[in-house]
């Protein structure tokens, strides 16, 4: 048969090549494919010694099929979808099974003994084989994989039902093996495309079976119920095939292990027939050509023949296997010979007498003889400590190489070689832990099996068996090692190594909704499972295993509901008549949602937390918080301990250790600075009272502690403070109750609190932007839902500030200086000074119509003007030379700037002390951005500015714009009447929120319009924390869909001109 190759689009469906590749290695099938084929974009593809950093003890152990041939497979055209990635874990060697995979042993009934009797299991539990069945020589052994035990079966082996079965029942195949698919009473290996949902978000599992596509596949190509999926061929063996020459019969125990089809064919270079064997052509079976009395057919030299068969499953599924046939005149039904607790005697396939054997290494004769009629006899118990054999990594090291002569009922000296194994096997493992906890979305540390004896054998290929406590349908896949629940990813076990990955599907989240009522504190799915770890010695012998103890998963709901009592900036009526559970339902589906109040059958959405104090609007309410993307690494623990209060904190999520999650404290001082970890008695030493399901704090220690950021794994190697009273069942009530109390110390679940947001925004362009003009003004306006003020966390340049905001942009260091220390900036500020150069106040607006003329000594004082100003209750007064005399002029009012060509001095403006003023932020920058504007009436008459002594400064830089003649410098407003503006109420964005909290989201609204970023959403008016992430209305994270679009001004076409010479201003003055 020509191997079928494949003509693959590596831009459609690349990983399904490779998975399609990896299934048939793993079951022993080699596949041949135009290495063109193999490139994907972004990965890298070599075969036959794929190597991983992973420095497991087991993972570095080669654990391969020695007797894995070499073959060929054709395929049936797939989806293309991908089967599940697996990693290979341990390079192949020679004809081991591919990378990562299970020998095709692993994953296949045992054939029968054939020719050798066997004993019945007479071993310890802890080391079971699995159930004897009583199959005779002539049927398959079924293995069923319990919870508790590995149950046997038997199947004839001319049927085609013992592939992939699990259990028989009257002549029918009634369960399939893990992986395997029953279609019309055979069991094929089929997977789903992996992901597929259908629009209602049900997996294969729950879908029914049409033509309605979802994201390009339907039911009826994703599902295998349905008759689509992903198959593959199903592998088969031979066991091992010695004759003896001149024998007039073959056994009839020489057949392919499974039967997986009713056509065989060899390839054209097998010579098996030239020693008269032949291969059945429908069930595969080897037998005796009827053109030979004999085996050999006469030839009396010993043979070894090697052919490829092929077993044709339907028209374009095929699967092949390397079948090695010996003839001699002595020999053992197997080589190697595989001694175990069931199996010590190998007796040879002809009769001999005067047998005598030489073994290396020596001290393999110690646990094997041989009887004079050449029968071999193992002991088999404790024999780790043995050397032996370094070349059958699936055997172990407890073996020899013996060379057997004897003399044959002929008389004939005969001699072969065999090799015997003993393999020294664990007796069980574990994983450290009887409990594992994660939330949908989460994914625990890796779990390896530990305490392992490295002088025992390690099984091949590891598997598992769960119950769930839901209606939902539990599976496991032994060929990729996938647990799921109704269809979606609960956990992932390496089945080369036995490493467990825990990382249930976010998808599982439906499965909760569907599977359990709304009324639970916490949505959970319990699986109890055990872990096995077979040893697949040999096809014909029932495989021993290993197993851990049972564990139980507690798969939980993302989302968690705990009660609080705060303050909050109000309420948000949703419905009325409704109970707990659906107003509980309808903030789970509200994604801006964290707290919600049922109050006299009304449910109402709290409008953010407040940390206003008393002047909050809703105050010591009790609500049902929700907490999103909840469990042990995502969510923090608050800790309140009444005696010593400095202990008392929120506890979040740092990283983990063998031990669990480690929570971590920030304190203001590294004393300060605490971990929450579970006790290990290794790592804290002896704490009274303190045992393994405690917990413990621990102080930082900077200089010690490792922490790798990479994989959050974390070393603690600080000082042990105390060791808590909550214990697992505590932290267990936490996670599922949300609170538990012990010892007089209580723990809560509390939301991660977030960071200031990062303002990024959205441009027109698509392209990121900071949303600030040149000038430096934010177009971003962050406010307190909480306050009625506007834009609590929002300064303009005009704006006057409280000190508490500091000389933080836009205040200047200058303005923060002026302000008196204590006074908030609310204070009579002194006399200011409004221009500089030829410019007084009109003369009738002089106080008793006079000009003082100072002399020598009050031109000195510097102080003088300003006195004479204060006891005539001036609101205005000048002081400069006039053709060469110094005169002080004192004005009741100043409307208008007037020019007096030849005077040179300084107009300063003097506050009422009745009113109180406070200091913008930046005055150059507030006439820049709005002042000027306003000046040329360029902007909204909402948006001009008003200060002290506005006009003034208005017509000072009028005339600048106008040449500037007779004008130094012009003064900016500085001052406001504290009467007119709202800013105590200002503060800068803290660094940190509570989970729970808003804010206000918009636009600085003289330059800016906020609009959305994507199509079908409206521009979010609020941002929420939600446990350490801020969410918009609709659930998008961010500001990823709010931009705020600069306005445009429309002026006449003139404007143009003026324009392009940069003269705009004058197109303003043309219109005052």
Not at 346 to 356: C, G, Q, R
Not at 385 to 402: E, F, I, N, Q
Not at 634 to 657: F, L
Not at 899 to 913: D, H
């Amino acid at each position: 048969m020509q191997p079928m190759r494949f003509a693959h689009d590596v831009t459609k469906g690349s990983s399904l090549l490779l998975i399609a590749f990896e299934i048939l290695a793993c079951s022993g099938i080699g596949v041949v494919v135009n290495h063109h084929d193999l490139m994907v974009p972004g990965e890298s593809f070599r075969l036959g010694s794929m190597t991983t950093g992973d420095d497991n003890a087991l993972s570095s152990r080669q654990r391969r099929s020695s007797w894995m041939h070499d073959s060929e497979v054709g395929f049936r055209h797939w989806p293309q979808k991908s089967l599940h990635d697996r990693t290979p874990l341990s390079p192949g060697h020679g004809n081991e099974a591919f990378e990562g995979c299970l020998s095709v042993w692993g994953t296949q009934p045992a054939a029968a003994q054939g020719m050798m009797a066997h004993a019945r299991l007479n071993s310890s539990e802890a080391v079971p084989l699995a159930d004897e069945s009583g199959c005779k020589a002539d049927e398959v052994v079924l293995e069923n994989q319990g919870l508790d035990r590995v149950v046997s079966g038997c199947c004839p082996r001319e049927s085609m039902s013992c592939a992939g079965c699990a259990q028989m029942s009257g002549g029918v195949c009634v369960t399939c093996r893990a992986g395997f698919q029953s279609r019309s009473g055979i069991c094929v290996i089929c997977k789903d495309t992996a992901g597929w949902v259908d629009d209602q978000g049900d997996s294969c599992n729950r879908a029914s079976c049409s033509d309605v596509k979802h994201h390009g596949l339907s039911s009826n190509q994703s599902c295998c119920k349905c008759g689509g999926g992903q198959e593959a061929p199903t592998p088969f063996a031979y066991p091992t095939v010695n004759l003896l020459l001149g024998a007039s019969i073959v056994p009839s125990t020489f057949f392919p292990v499974p039967r997986t089809a009713s056509r065989y064919s060899v390839n054209m270079e097998c010579e098996l027939g030239k020693y008269g064997i032949t291969i059945n052509e429908k069930s595969g079976l080897i037998q005796l050509d009827s053109a030979c009395k004999v085996v050999g057919c006469g030839i009396e030299e010993p043979f070894e023949v090697s052919c490829i068969v092929t077993a044709h499953q339907t028209s374009d599924l095929s699967a092949s296997t390397t079948l090695v046939v010996s003839g001699s005149l002595f020999a053992y039904v197997d080589n190697p010979l595989v001694a175990r607790p069931d199996r010590k005697r190998f007796p040879p396939i002809a009769e001999v007498s005067s047998a005598t054997m030489v073994c290396n290494p020596s001290g393999t004769s110690s646990w094997l003889s041989l009887a004079s009629d050449g029968v071999l006899e193992a002991e088999v118990d404790n024999l780790a400590a043995k050397g032996g054999l370094t070349d059958s990594p699936h055997l172990g090291l407890v073996g020899g190489r013996c060379s057997v002569r004897a003399t044959s009922q002929s008389g004939k000296k005969v001699s072969t070689t065999v090799t015997v194994f003993a393999p020294q096997i664990w007796p069980s493992f574990s994983y450290g832990t009887t409990a594992i906890f994660a939330a949908v979305g989460e994914a625990v540390m890796p779990l390896n099996i530990l305490g392992e004896n490295r002088e025992l054998l390690a099984p091949g290929r590891f598997s598992a068996s769960c119950t769930s406590d839901v209606s939902a349908q539990f599976a496991f896949d032994a060929q990729t090692g996938i647990g799921t629940i109704d269809g979606h990813l609960a956990f992932t076990l390496d089945v080369a190594v036995g490493t467990l990955h825990v990382t249930p599907t976010q998808a599982l989240e439906k499965t909760l909704d569907d599977s359990i009522d709304d009324d639970v504190q916490r949505k959970t799915i319990t699986l109890s499972c055990r872990f096995y770890g077979y040893y697949d010695e040999q096809p014909k012998l029932k495989s021993r295993y290993a197993t851990s103890p049972k564990i139980t998963m507690e798969l939980r709901d993302n989302s968690c509901w705990v009660q609080r009592t705060a303050d909050f900036a109000g309420r948000t009526n949703q419905a009325s008549g409704v109970d707990l559970k659906a107003c509980r339902k309808a903030c789970r589906e509200s994604a801006a949602c964290t707290d919600f109040l049922l109050e006299s059958g009304v449910c109402y959405f709290m409008n953010g937390l407040c940390t206003k104090g008393e002047s909050c609007p809703e105050r010591g309410l009790t609500v049902r918080t929700k907490i999103p993307n909840c469990g042990e690494r995502s969510t923090c623990i608050a800790i309140v301990d009444p005696t010593q209060m400095w202990i008392s904190g929120d506890y979040c999520p740092t990283g983990e250790n063998s031990d669990g999650p480690v929570y971590l404290k920030e304190g203001r001082t590294i004393p300060e600075t605490l971990y929450l970890a579970k006790y290990n008695s290794q790592r804290d030493g002896l704490i009274s009272g303190c045992t393994a399901n405690r917990f413990v704090l621990k102080r930082t220690a900077p200089d010690k502690d490792f922490d790798d950021p990479e994989s959050s794994y974390i070393e603690l190697k600080g000082e042990s403070i105390k060791c808590l009273p909550l214990d697992q069942n505590s932290y267990r009530e936490i996670f599922t109750v949300g609170s538990a109390t012990s010892g007089g110390i209580r723990a809560e679940l509390t939301g991660l609190p977030c960071g200031a947001p990062n303002t990024t925004t959205m441009a027109n362009d698509g392209a990121e932007d900071q949303a600030e003009e040149q000038n430096g003004v934010s177009a971003l306006v962050l406010d307190d839902p909480a306050t009625s003020e506007p834009a609590d966390h929002w300064m303009h340049p005009c704006d006057c500030f409280p000190e508490r905001w500091g000389a933080n942009a836009p205040v200047t260091a200058e303005a923060f200086e002026v302000v008196p220390a204590g006074s908030n900036n609310m204070f009579s500020p002194a006399v200011f000074e409004v221009v500089v150069g030829e410019f007084v106040c009109p003369s009738e607006n002089l106080i008793d119509g006079l000009v003082i003329v100072m002399d020598a000594s009050e031109s000195r004082d510097t102080s003088f003007c300003e006195v004479m100003c204060k006891e005539k209750s001036c609101a205005f007064f000048w002081e400069g030379e006039v053709q060469s005399s110094m005169q002080c002029r004192l004005y009741n009012d100043c409307a208008t700037l007037v020019r007096e060509t030849g005077s040179k001095g300084t107009l300063r403006a003097v506050p009422t002390t009745d009113k109180r003023y406070c200091h913008v932020a930046d005055p150059e920058k507030c006439w820049a951005v709005t002042g000027r504007r306003s000046l040329l009436q360029a902007n909204r008459p909402e948006d001009r500015i008003k200060c002290a002594a506005v006009d003034l400064v208005a017509q000072c830089d009028h005339k600048l714009l106008m040449g500037g003649q007779g004008v130094e410098t012009c003064s900016r407003c500085v001052y406001r009447d504290v009467s007119s503006t709202q800013f105590l109420h200002k503060a800068r964005l803290p660094d940190l929120f509570a989970h729970g909290q808003k804010l206000g989201v918009s636009c600085w609204e003289e330059r800016y319009r906020a609009m959305t970023v994507n199509p079908g959403f409206t521009a979010s008016s609020h941002l929420t924390c939600m446990s350490g992430k801020w969410v918009d209305n609709s659930g998008a994270e961010g500001l990823g869909n709010f931009a705020c679009a600069p306005c445009l001004q429309i002026a006449s076409p003139p404007y143009a001109q003026l324009d392009a010479r940069d003269r705009q201003e004058l197109y303003f003055l043309s219109i005052m």
